[in-house]
Protein backbone atom coordinates (compact mmCIF):
# COMPACT_ATOMS: atom_id res chain seq x y z
CA UNK A 1 0.00 0.00 0.00
CA UNK A 2 1.28 3.50 -0.89
CA UNK A 3 1.76 5.89 2.12
CA UNK A 4 -0.95 8.25 0.30
CA UNK A 5 -3.65 5.31 0.56
CA UNK A 6 -2.51 4.21 3.61
CA UNK A 7 -3.06 8.15 5.05
CA UNK A 8 -6.41 7.89 3.82
CA UNK A 9 -7.49 5.16 6.45
CA UNK A 10 -5.52 7.15 9.06
CA UNK A 11 -8.14 8.75 11.35
CA UNK A 12 -8.47 12.34 11.33
CA UNK A 13 -7.27 12.83 15.12
CA UNK A 14 -4.07 11.33 14.02
CA UNK A 15 -3.88 13.18 10.66
CA UNK A 16 -4.61 16.78 12.71
CA UNK A 17 -1.81 15.74 15.16
CA UNK A 18 0.52 14.86 12.50
CA UNK A 19 0.15 18.58 11.09
CA UNK A 20 0.30 20.11 14.60
CA UNK A 21 3.48 18.20 15.86
CA UNK A 22 5.17 18.97 12.81
CA UNK A 23 4.36 22.79 13.49
CA UNK A 24 6.29 22.70 17.07
CA UNK A 25 8.91 21.06 15.72
CA UNK A 26 9.56 23.88 12.95
CA UNK A 27 8.65 26.51 15.89
CA UNK A 28 11.19 25.08 18.81
CA UNK A 29 14.04 25.62 15.67
CA UNK A 30 12.89 28.88 14.31
CA UNK A 31 12.69 30.50 17.74
CA UNK A 32 16.47 28.97 18.51
CA UNK A 33 17.73 29.66 15.22
CA UNK A 34 16.09 33.30 15.10
CA UNK A 35 18.52 34.19 18.10
CA UNK A 36 21.83 33.28 16.72
CA UNK A 37 22.37 35.76 14.34
CA UNK A 38 22.26 38.29 17.05
CA UNK A 39 24.91 36.55 19.03
CA UNK A 40 27.78 39.09 17.74
CA UNK A 41 25.96 41.83 18.58
CA UNK A 42 25.21 40.44 22.19
CA UNK A 43 28.49 40.46 22.42
CA UNK A 44 29.47 43.37 21.68
CA UNK A 45 26.37 45.11 23.56
CA UNK A 46 27.51 43.39 26.79
CA UNK A 47 31.43 43.36 25.83
CA UNK A 48 32.47 40.09 26.28
CA UNK A 49 35.22 38.47 24.85
CA UNK A 50 35.59 34.77 23.16
CA UNK A 51 35.97 33.63 26.84
CA UNK A 52 33.23 34.76 28.23
CA UNK A 53 30.85 34.44 25.51
CA UNK A 54 31.54 30.95 25.48
CA UNK A 55 31.14 30.43 29.21
CA UNK A 56 27.78 32.09 29.05
CA UNK A 57 26.49 30.06 25.66
CA UNK A 58 26.76 27.47 27.96
CA UNK A 59 23.96 28.28 29.43
CA UNK A 60 21.60 26.78 26.92
CA UNK A 61 22.69 23.07 26.88
CA UNK A 62 23.16 23.45 30.58
CA UNK A 63 19.26 24.05 31.01
CA UNK A 64 18.81 21.64 28.59
CA UNK A 65 20.24 18.46 29.95
CA UNK A 66 18.92 19.36 33.64
CA UNK A 67 15.34 19.58 32.29
CA UNK A 68 15.83 16.63 29.95
CA UNK A 69 16.69 15.02 33.40
CA UNK A 70 13.25 15.46 34.38
CA UNK A 71 10.83 16.10 31.87
CA UNK A 72 10.31 12.28 30.68
CA UNK A 73 9.13 11.32 34.09
CA UNK A 74 6.65 14.59 33.94
CA UNK A 75 5.09 13.20 30.15
CA UNK A 76 4.37 10.04 31.85
CA UNK A 77 2.56 11.46 34.28
CA UNK A 78 0.45 14.04 32.33
CA UNK A 79 0.99 13.41 28.97
CA UNK A 80 2.61 15.25 26.02
CA UNK A 81 0.18 17.36 25.06
CA UNK A 82 -0.07 18.98 28.54
CA UNK A 83 3.74 19.16 28.60
CA UNK A 84 4.39 20.93 25.10
CA UNK A 85 1.21 23.19 25.90
CA UNK A 86 3.47 25.05 29.24
CA UNK A 87 6.61 24.45 27.66
CA UNK A 88 5.25 26.01 24.59
CA UNK A 89 4.33 28.70 26.20
CA UNK A 90 7.25 29.44 28.78
CA UNK A 91 9.85 29.01 25.65
CA UNK A 92 8.45 31.98 24.56
CA UNK A 93 7.69 34.43 27.49
CA UNK A 94 11.40 33.42 28.11
CA UNK A 95 12.60 34.42 24.94
CA UNK A 96 12.82 38.51 25.67
CA UNK A 97 15.37 37.75 28.29
CA UNK A 98 17.44 37.07 25.76
CA UNK A 99 17.73 40.60 24.64
CA UNK A 100 17.62 42.35 28.10
CA UNK A 101 20.13 40.50 30.18
CA UNK A 102 22.80 43.10 30.74
CA UNK A 103 25.74 41.09 32.34
CA UNK A 104 27.38 37.84 31.28
CA UNK A 105 25.84 36.09 34.12
CA UNK A 106 22.50 37.24 33.24
CA UNK A 107 22.90 36.31 29.84
CA UNK A 108 23.98 32.79 31.49
CA UNK A 109 21.04 32.69 33.50
CA UNK A 110 18.39 33.71 30.78
CA UNK A 111 20.30 30.78 28.76
CA UNK A 112 19.35 28.22 31.11
CA UNK A 113 16.36 28.99 31.53
CA UNK A 114 15.78 29.15 27.92
CA UNK A 115 17.52 26.42 26.82
CA UNK A 116 15.15 24.17 29.81
CA UNK A 117 12.40 24.97 28.72
CA UNK A 118 13.65 23.93 25.05
CA UNK A 119 15.10 20.62 25.63
CA UNK A 120 11.76 20.09 27.76
CA UNK A 121 10.16 20.51 24.86
CA UNK A 122 12.39 18.66 22.44
CA UNK A 123 11.46 15.30 24.52
CA UNK A 124 7.95 16.57 25.07
CA UNK A 125 7.22 16.96 21.51
CA UNK A 126 8.90 13.83 19.90
CA UNK A 127 6.92 11.83 22.18
CA UNK A 128 4.15 13.08 20.89
CA UNK A 129 6.03 12.84 17.45
CA UNK A 130 5.80 8.77 18.46
CA UNK A 131 2.45 8.88 19.94
CA UNK A 132 1.18 10.28 16.30
CA UNK A 133 3.67 7.19 14.65
CA UNK A 134 1.85 4.41 16.25
CA UNK A 135 -1.31 5.92 14.87
CA UNK A 136 0.11 6.18 11.59
CA UNK A 137 1.27 2.60 12.49
CA UNK A 138 4.61 3.10 10.09
CA UNK A 139 7.66 5.49 10.15
CA UNK A 140 7.10 9.04 10.29
CA UNK A 141 9.30 10.27 12.98
CA UNK A 142 12.03 11.24 10.32
CA UNK A 143 9.47 14.09 8.35
CA UNK A 144 9.09 15.89 12.26
CA UNK A 145 12.91 16.76 11.85
CA UNK A 146 12.78 17.62 8.57
CA UNK A 147 10.39 20.06 9.46
CA UNK A 148 12.60 21.02 12.41
CA UNK A 149 15.22 21.49 9.63
CA UNK A 150 13.49 24.04 8.06
CA UNK A 151 12.16 26.06 10.75
CA UNK A 152 15.85 26.16 11.51
CA UNK A 153 16.35 27.75 7.68
CA UNK A 154 13.30 30.19 8.28
CA UNK A 155 14.80 31.28 11.64
CA UNK A 156 18.07 32.25 10.60
CA UNK A 157 17.16 33.94 7.57
CA UNK A 158 14.24 35.57 9.16
CA UNK A 159 16.89 36.82 12.11
CA UNK A 160 19.45 37.54 9.23
CA UNK A 161 16.16 40.46 7.88
CA UNK A 162 15.16 42.10 11.27
CA UNK A 163 18.51 43.09 12.07
CA UNK A 164 19.19 44.22 8.49
CA UNK A 165 15.97 46.34 9.05
CA UNK A 166 17.25 47.76 12.70
CA UNK A 167 14.72 45.34 14.83
CA UNK A 168 16.50 44.01 18.19
CA UNK A 169 16.63 40.74 19.90
CA UNK A 170 14.57 41.77 22.85
CA UNK A 171 12.24 42.79 20.10
CA UNK A 172 12.20 39.83 18.10
CA UNK A 173 11.84 37.89 20.71
CA UNK A 174 8.93 39.64 21.77
CA UNK A 175 7.02 38.94 18.91
CA UNK A 176 8.04 35.26 19.22
CA UNK A 177 6.58 35.23 22.34
CA UNK A 178 3.32 36.60 21.20
CA UNK A 179 3.25 33.86 17.78
CA UNK A 180 3.74 31.18 20.17
CA UNK A 181 1.25 32.48 22.54
CA UNK A 182 -1.56 32.61 19.57
CA UNK A 183 -0.58 29.29 18.37
CA UNK A 184 0.11 27.03 21.16
CA UNK A 185 -3.60 26.08 22.37
CA UNK A 186 -5.12 25.36 18.92
CA UNK A 187 -2.03 23.31 18.35
CA UNK A 188 -1.72 21.19 21.34
CA UNK A 189 -5.79 20.76 20.98
CA UNK A 190 -4.79 19.20 17.77
CA UNK A 191 -2.53 16.58 19.68
CA UNK A 192 -2.85 13.13 20.94
CA UNK A 193 -4.20 13.48 24.85
CA UNK A 194 -3.74 9.23 25.58
CA UNK A 195 0.03 8.99 25.69
CA UNK A 196 0.34 9.35 29.25
CA UNK A 197 1.20 6.37 32.43
CA UNK A 198 0.45 7.29 35.82
CA UNK A 199 2.29 4.31 36.99
CA UNK A 200 5.26 5.33 35.19
CA UNK A 201 5.93 8.74 36.34
CA UNK A 202 9.06 8.09 38.14
CA UNK A 203 11.87 10.77 37.16
CA UNK A 204 15.10 10.11 36.22
CA UNK A 205 16.52 8.37 33.22
CA UNK A 206 16.39 4.63 32.18
CA UNK A 207 19.77 4.00 32.38
CA UNK A 208 19.18 0.39 33.66
CA UNK A 209 17.73 -0.35 30.20
CA UNK A 210 20.65 -2.10 28.03
CA UNK A 211 18.83 -1.69 24.86
CA UNK A 212 18.41 2.57 25.35
CA UNK A 213 22.22 2.57 26.62
CA UNK A 214 23.57 1.32 23.45
CA UNK A 215 21.00 3.05 20.99
CA UNK A 216 22.25 6.44 23.42
CA UNK A 217 26.14 5.53 22.50
CA UNK A 218 24.56 5.60 18.68
CA UNK A 219 23.26 8.92 19.07
CA UNK A 220 26.20 9.81 21.04
CA UNK A 221 28.34 9.71 18.20
CA UNK A 222 26.11 10.69 15.55
CA UNK A 223 25.54 13.84 17.19
CA UNK A 224 29.14 14.48 18.20
CA UNK A 225 29.57 14.52 14.33
CA UNK A 226 26.94 16.94 13.25
CA UNK A 227 28.11 19.23 16.33
CA UNK A 228 31.67 19.09 15.25
CA UNK A 229 30.58 19.72 11.35
CA UNK A 230 28.62 22.98 12.18
CA UNK A 231 31.50 24.60 14.19
CA UNK A 232 34.53 23.04 11.80
CA UNK A 233 33.03 23.20 7.97
CA UNK A 234 33.88 26.70 7.49
CA UNK A 235 36.72 27.25 9.27
CA UNK A 236 38.29 23.94 6.92
CA UNK A 237 37.77 25.59 4.14
CA UNK A 238 38.96 28.96 5.15
CA UNK A 239 42.12 27.93 6.91
CA UNK A 240 43.45 24.21 4.80
CA UNK A 241 41.17 24.56 1.56
CA UNK A 242 41.84 28.49 1.63
CA UNK A 243 38.40 29.58 -0.38
CA UNK A 244 37.53 33.37 0.14
CA UNK A 245 35.30 33.98 3.98
CA UNK A 246 32.74 34.59 1.54
CA UNK A 247 32.18 30.71 0.49
CA UNK A 248 33.87 29.30 3.58
CA UNK A 249 30.03 29.23 4.95
CA UNK A 250 28.84 26.88 2.37
CA UNK A 251 30.52 23.71 3.82
CA UNK A 252 28.06 23.70 6.52
CA UNK A 253 25.00 24.76 3.90
CA UNK A 254 25.23 21.96 1.72
CA UNK A 255 25.38 19.39 4.79
CA UNK A 256 22.54 21.11 6.44
CA UNK A 257 20.64 21.27 3.31
CA UNK A 258 21.50 16.96 2.66
CA UNK A 259 20.44 16.29 6.00
CA UNK A 260 16.78 18.24 5.43
CA UNK A 261 16.57 15.82 2.38
CA UNK A 262 17.64 12.66 3.96
CA UNK A 263 15.26 13.24 6.80
CA UNK A 264 12.44 14.31 4.54
CA UNK A 265 12.67 10.52 2.69
CA UNK A 266 13.74 9.03 5.85
CA UNK A 267 10.54 7.53 6.75
CA UNK A 268 10.24 6.09 3.25
CA UNK A 269 13.34 4.84 3.46
CA UNK A 270 12.87 3.09 6.50
CA UNK A 271 9.45 1.82 6.10
CA UNK A 272 11.00 -0.06 2.86
CA UNK A 273 14.26 -0.77 3.89
CA UNK A 274 13.98 -0.84 8.29
CA UNK A 275 16.35 1.14 10.12
CA UNK A 276 19.08 -0.51 10.99
CA UNK A 277 20.04 -1.01 6.76
CA UNK A 278 18.85 2.71 6.42
CA UNK A 279 20.66 4.06 9.25
CA UNK A 280 23.88 1.95 8.13
CA UNK A 281 23.83 2.56 4.48
CA UNK A 282 23.77 5.99 4.93
CA UNK A 283 26.29 6.13 7.56
CA UNK A 284 28.82 4.50 5.68
CA UNK A 285 28.26 6.42 2.65
CA UNK A 286 28.64 9.00 5.36
CA UNK A 287 32.02 8.00 6.10
CA UNK A 288 33.40 7.12 3.05
CA UNK A 289 32.62 10.18 1.29
CA UNK A 290 33.95 12.87 4.22
CA UNK A 291 37.36 10.25 4.51
CA UNK A 292 37.85 10.81 0.62
CA UNK A 293 37.20 14.40 0.82
CA UNK A 294 39.65 15.18 3.43
CA UNK A 295 42.17 12.84 1.71
CA UNK A 296 41.96 14.86 -1.93
CA UNK A 297 41.42 18.21 -0.46
CA UNK A 298 39.67 20.88 -2.33
CA UNK A 299 36.84 22.69 -2.76
CA UNK A 300 34.51 20.86 -4.76
CA UNK A 301 35.56 17.52 -3.09
CA UNK A 302 35.03 18.89 0.91
CA UNK A 303 31.46 20.13 -0.68
CA UNK A 304 30.53 16.57 -1.75
CA UNK A 305 32.19 15.16 1.24
CA UNK A 306 30.29 17.57 3.50
CA UNK A 307 27.29 16.90 1.69
CA UNK A 308 27.42 13.11 1.56
CA UNK A 309 28.01 13.57 5.58
CA UNK A 310 24.69 15.31 6.46
CA UNK A 311 23.39 12.63 4.41
CA UNK A 312 24.93 9.63 6.01
CA UNK A 313 23.64 10.92 9.74
CA UNK A 314 20.20 12.48 8.89
CA UNK A 315 18.48 10.19 9.76
CA UNK A 316 20.11 8.89 13.26
CA UNK A 317 18.11 11.14 15.47
CA UNK A 318 14.94 9.95 14.23
CA UNK A 319 15.34 6.29 14.04
CA UNK A 320 17.20 5.93 17.41
CA UNK A 321 14.19 7.95 19.20
CA UNK A 322 12.13 5.65 17.62
CA UNK A 323 13.53 2.64 18.42
CA UNK A 324 14.11 3.74 21.69
CA UNK A 325 10.47 4.56 22.60
CA UNK A 326 9.69 1.00 20.87
CA UNK A 327 12.31 -1.07 22.50
CA UNK A 328 12.36 0.63 26.16
CA UNK A 329 10.33 -0.79 28.99
CA UNK A 330 10.07 2.84 30.42
CA UNK A 331 7.31 5.50 29.07
CA UNK A 332 8.59 6.34 25.15
CA UNK A 333 9.64 10.15 26.93
CA UNK A 334 11.67 8.51 29.10
CA UNK A 335 12.79 6.40 26.64
CA UNK A 336 13.66 9.65 24.32
CA UNK A 337 15.38 11.73 27.70
CA UNK A 338 17.52 8.97 27.65
CA UNK A 339 19.36 8.86 24.75
CA UNK A 340 18.54 12.52 23.52
CA UNK A 341 20.66 13.54 27.10
CA UNK A 342 23.30 11.42 25.75
CA UNK A 343 23.30 13.03 22.19
CA UNK A 344 23.27 16.47 23.62
CA UNK A 345 26.30 15.67 25.15
CA UNK A 346 28.24 13.91 22.53
CA UNK A 347 26.78 17.55 20.38
CA UNK A 348 28.28 19.28 23.30
CA UNK A 349 31.79 17.46 23.28
CA UNK A 350 32.12 17.46 19.22
CA UNK A 351 33.56 21.24 18.52
CA UNK A 352 36.12 21.50 22.00
CA UNK A 353 37.14 17.35 20.91
CA UNK A 354 37.84 18.56 17.21
CA UNK A 355 39.67 21.59 18.46
CA UNK A 356 41.88 20.19 21.05
CA UNK A 357 42.53 17.45 18.56
CA UNK A 358 43.52 20.37 15.80
CA UNK A 359 45.64 21.62 18.37
CA UNK A 360 47.86 18.85 18.68
CA UNK A 361 48.36 17.54 15.09
CA UNK A 362 45.70 19.51 12.49
CA UNK A 363 42.56 20.14 11.33
CA UNK A 364 42.18 17.79 8.41
CA UNK A 365 43.80 15.11 11.30
CA UNK A 366 41.28 16.05 13.60
CA UNK A 367 38.26 16.08 11.40
CA UNK A 368 39.44 12.68 10.19
CA UNK A 369 37.78 11.39 13.64
CA UNK A 370 33.91 12.27 12.41
CA UNK A 371 34.39 9.14 9.85
CA UNK A 372 35.75 6.93 12.04
CA UNK A 373 32.63 7.51 14.47
CA UNK A 374 30.41 7.87 11.17
CA UNK A 375 31.69 4.29 10.60
CA UNK A 376 30.84 3.20 14.29
CA UNK A 377 27.43 4.25 14.01
CA UNK A 378 27.07 2.32 10.76
CA UNK A 379 28.56 -0.63 13.13
CA UNK A 380 25.94 -0.03 15.83
CA UNK A 381 23.36 0.83 13.80
CA UNK A 382 22.49 -3.08 13.87
CA UNK A 383 20.90 -2.53 17.11
CA UNK A 384 17.90 -0.78 15.62
CA UNK A 385 16.99 -3.97 14.15
CA UNK A 386 15.60 -5.60 10.47
CA UNK A 387 11.97 -3.59 10.31
CA UNK A 388 10.28 -0.78 11.24
CA UNK A 389 10.50 -0.53 15.37
CA UNK A 390 7.11 0.34 15.87
CA UNK A 391 5.94 -2.63 13.75
Excluded at 54 to 59: K, R, Y
Excluded at 77 to 94: C, E, K, Q
Excluded at 315 to 333: D, E, I, L, T
Excluded at 371 to 385: D, E, I, K, W, Y
Aim: include cysteine; aromatic fraction near 8%; glycine fraction near 14%.
Amino acid sequence: MSDAASDSAVRAPARRARFATAVVFALHAAVFAAWTPHIPAVKERLGLNDGTLGVALLGAPVGSVVAMLLVGGLVARWGSRRVVLVTVLGYGLASPALGLAGSPSALFAALALWGGLQGALDVAMNSQGIAVERGYGRPILSGFHAWWSFGGFIGVGLGVLLISVGVGLAAQMAGFTALLAVLVWPLTRAMLGDDHAVDEHRLGLPWRDRGVLVLAVVVFAGLLCEGAVGDWAALYLRETVGVSAESAGTGYAVFAVMMFAGRAMGDRWVTRFGPARVVGVLAAVGAVGLAVALLVGGFWPALIGFGAFGLGIACVVPVVFSAAAARSRAHAAQAIAGVATAGWAGFLLGPPLIGLLSHATSLPLALAVLPLLCLGVALGSRALGGTPANR
